[in-house]
């Protein structure tokens, strides 16, 4: 999953440089299978620790960052450039989106549900993010409570957070009926290819 997420990076025109967060004891073996184009630093406890150590370790020249999710790695090239392009016309933050098919409920601890937010107004949100460099060193020089994501952290600052169309192929993998699907994909798109990549 990791060589494809970084596979998709790299087969963008707008991705000069890749930093990858991996666990601590294996940050040898990762840059092994990575190669010498990307830079593997050793990660944190939690996300928002390794986001922070990868963020240190870009190149000075670099004005935007897009943080991706290895566990993303059907993620479109074409994703990739929609999100760069959007900071680099103008926007500080940017995250892609899809509608929600499912009805979402809020609820409170003992599982009794609270509210119905309306789900028209309720987006899935991917990645990769994107963001200005400065934009996202403030917004982790700010960072005191937990977040899923890294948009949170931008938002904590005030600043607005544009949203563009996701893709249906950039799913999240976290269950293993989830790699089944994106094992069926990659079979569908690559005949003869499944299991193996």
């Known amino acids: 999953m990791l060589v494809r997420a970084v596979e998709t990076l790299t087969a963008s025109t707008l991705v000069s440089q890749i930093v990858v967060a991996a666990p601590p ?26 986001v922070r150590v990868a963020l240190g370790a870009l190149d000075d020249d670099i004005g935007v960052v897009l943080v991706h999710d290895a566990a993303r790695p059907l993620t479109p090239p074409k994703l990739v450039d929609a999100v760069a392009t959007a900071v680099l016309d103008g926007h500080p933050a940017v995250i892609p989106v899809l509608p929600l098919s499912d009805t979402v409920k809020q609820v409170d601890a003992d599982g009794r549900v609270v509210r119905t937010p309306p789900r028209d107004m309720l987006r899935a949100v991917q990645t990769p993010q994107g963001f200005r460099r400065d934009v996202l060193r403030a917004a982790y020089a700010n960072q005191t409570l937990p977040v899923t994501d890294d948009a949170g952290l ?31 994909l990659l079979a569908r798109a690559v005949p003869g290819e499944g299991r193996s990549r």
């Open 154 to 184: 931008v938002e904590a600052l005030g600043v607005p957070v544009t949203t563009i169309p996701g893709a249906e192929e950039a799913f999240k993998v976290t269950r293993p009926a989830d790699l089944v699907f994106a094992e069926a």
């Open 25 to 50: 004891t294996l940050v040898e073996v990762v840059s092994q299978i990575l190669g010498p184009r990307v830079k593997v630093v050793p990660g944190g406890a939690e996300r928002v620790d390794s």
